[in-house]
């Protein structure tokens, strides 16, 4: 992984957990992303993605997570991006309207439960 972005991984049964911190831009959106895949197994009801302590994402980033969002939207596997008020991304993903299309929520319990409810 890149030494600007460092991802850990937790599963909570059947939802794996996120949590992207550091940076996110052209140099290293396609790692991140190859590695955010391929942490989802099949089994998994979705990825819940928290950015709350991600300090940057650049346009790469951006589109980073929505195309995750398709990817998993394909393998009928659900996307929740956490970013809680106040954080400074959550500006940029308000601005591309990224919760048009996947559910943008202040807690990782409320992504868990959003993703169990809806499959």
Same mark, same amino acid.
Request: glycine share 6%.
């Given at each position: 992984?890149?030494? $600007?972005? #460092? *991802?850990?991984? %937790?599963?909570?049964?059947? +939802?794996?957990?996120?949590?992207?911190? @550091?940076?996110?831009? =052209?140099?290293?959106? %396609?790692? +991140?992303?190859?590695? =955010? %895949? @391929?942490?989802?197994?099949?089994?998994?009801?979705? $990825?819940? $993605?928290? =950015? %709350?302590?991600?300090?940057?994402?650049?346009?790469? @980033?951006?589109?980073?997570?929505?195309?995750?969002?398709? #990817?998993?939207?394909?393998?009928?596997?659900? =996307?929740? +991006?956490?970013?809680?008020? @106040?954080?400074? *991304? #959550?500006?940029? $993903? #308000? *601005?591309?309207?990224?919760?048009?299309?996947?559910?943008?929520?202040?807690?990782?319990?409320?992504? *868990?439960?959003?993703?169990?409810?809806?499959?």
């Amino acid at each position: 992984m890149s030494d $600007l972005a #460092r *991802i850990e991984f %937790t599963r909570r049964d059947d +939802v794996v957990v996120a949590r992207l911190g @550091g940076e996110v831009d =052209l140099s290293n959106a %396609t790692e +991140v992303g190859d590695e =955010l %895949t @391929g942490a989802i197994p099949n089994s998994a009801l979705g $990825l819940v $993605l928290d =950015l %709350t302590a991600t300090e940057y994402l650049d346009s790469s @980033g951006v589109h980073l997570v929505f195309e995750l969002a398709e #990817r998993l939207r394909r393998r009928q596997q659900r =996307l929740h +991006v956490v970013v809680p008020p @106040g954080v400074p *991304i #959550r500006r940029v $993903l #308000r *601005i591309v309207e990224l919760d048009d299309s996947v559910p943008v929520v202040a807690t990782v319990d409320d992504a *868990i439960a959003q993703i169990r409810a809806d499959a």
